[in-house]
């Protein structure tokens, strides 16, 4: 990768120690894919919760803020590992919140927005379409390519913050116009769908699509971005899966011959069987589950008050808790509209700025979760501790309330 | 056997048993990083450790967490010695970028070797990983 002789200065140090090894790491990165420059970013989105940061992501995120690194550009955070308000009324242990507020810290000192969402795009990240943004949170990375027609990569943890205190990133992948010509499509082909239905779409996209890029045929003209959102998280949680081409809404795509260029692709149908398939691999228990969660991703305010419309004049059975993880900002629109009060009232609760999948789910003593989102079934079944009851919104009130 | 030929993306020379699979592969909730073992439900490794392993998968899947869980296995000394991929997956570059400049371990990584050349090796058989190539000991 060729370093024009601003970049070189910084890669010697003469940046300043942050800069320095934030070249380190991005010319590293960007040699090893092989980009041939770097180019300027928009914006980013880092991660900073501690459940998958580990005390190794402590280290990188400190050693970042101790050499007196700020960030270059509007900077997003994904949530935290804990409600950073009311986490002792959830249980969580002293030491383990200790640790997150140290990412909180550094994160904070390095100069970033603290929104703690990973639906930043509904919050305070809002980049057009054709910018280069260096994005972590596969959902958001997939949502700002698919949606917004912005251009980000899957960028992981250590690049992401690295990239924002540069506020540069390598030239490669869904940054080069040849990198997002879609080579597979999927055609929607049954009938009416469901919130489950949509998130088992995206998860039977991102399994089969491996690294090619897909486009999704079918879709209804008057989906939903939260709709869209689940369905992107879905896809992104199953496979390698960046941008899904969504005719219609895609900027710059209004046909499927605009996602591919032209160019003939294979086309598989995405049938009730498919969907069924999805569901029946997700599902691995039928037990009465200990936890509800949605909002994996977070749920924006207007599915908060469909949620609490749907929990009107009822109440949670015994021995079930009903979580709904949200940013800070929808939570208090919530609030402030009683669509928080509605929810309280039958007894489920509202977390905000963490969510489920990266919350000690184990160490708070659940077994079994239900939920409808896709992206939690998979990461939760994968620490192969919490076993999985996936079913839609609908199902899981009319089981778990009265 | 001739070696499989691919490209290294972070090269470097590592020698280790295999861990064979041929599933989309991820560090972020699906290995342990206090053993190395991998613990994802739907991975066909379920149960390998990783630990000074050459680790084949075809490509990645998931959350953009995997390369700090990728560090911190790197951390507590239960990572792999190599990767092999088919596509290029960012977050074993990234891993394994940050394990040199952090911890100062070297673990290449070699993609564009697809399932059906390395579906030849066998999980448990020796294989050296030597800059593009990745040979079978026999």
Known sequence: MELSSAEEKLLRGEGGEAKRFAMEIVSAVGDAVGADSLVPIKSAHVLAHYSSLHDAGVDVLERFAESEGKFAVPTSVDPASIDLQQWRSFGIPEEYARQQFRLCDAYAKLGGMRCWTCVQYQVCNFPKAGEAVAWAESSAVVFANSVLGARSNKITAGMDVACAILGLTPRFGMLEDEKRVASIAFKLQAGALDDLDYRSVGFYIGRKAGSRVPALLGLPSGITSDVIKHLGAAAAAAGPVTMVHLPGVTPGTKTLADATNGGAVETMDITRSELEQVQSDLNQTEEFPDLVAFGVPHLSVNELGLLSKMLEGRKLKQGVRMYAYTSAQAFDMAERTGILEGIEAAGARVSHSTDAEISPLRKLGFNVVMTNSAKLAEIVSSEGEIRIRYASQKQIIEEVSS | ?138
């Open chain 2, 1 to 138: 056997m001739t070696p499989m030929k691919g490209k290294a993306l972070i090269s470097g020379r590592a020698r280790g048993k295999a861990v064979v699979s041929a599933k989309a592969f991820t560090f972020a909730h699906g290995v342990d990083p206090s053993t190395g073992t991998v613990t994802d439900v739907r991975s066909d490794v379920k149960g390998f450790n990783l630990k000074d392993k050459v680790l084949f998968y075809p490509f990645g899947k998931g959350s953009t967490t995997a390369s700090s869980w990728f560090l911190e296995t790197v951390r507590l000394g239960n990572h792999p010695a190599a990767i092999v991929t088919e596509g290029v997956d960012l977050s074993a570059v990234i891993g394994s970028v940050m394990s040199k400049l952090v911890y100062g371990k070297d673990i290449p990584v070699v993609s564009g070797i697809p399932r059906s050349s390395y579906s030849t090796v066998k999980s448990g058989e020796e294989v050296i990983v030597d800059a593009d190539e990745v040979t079978l000991q026999t």
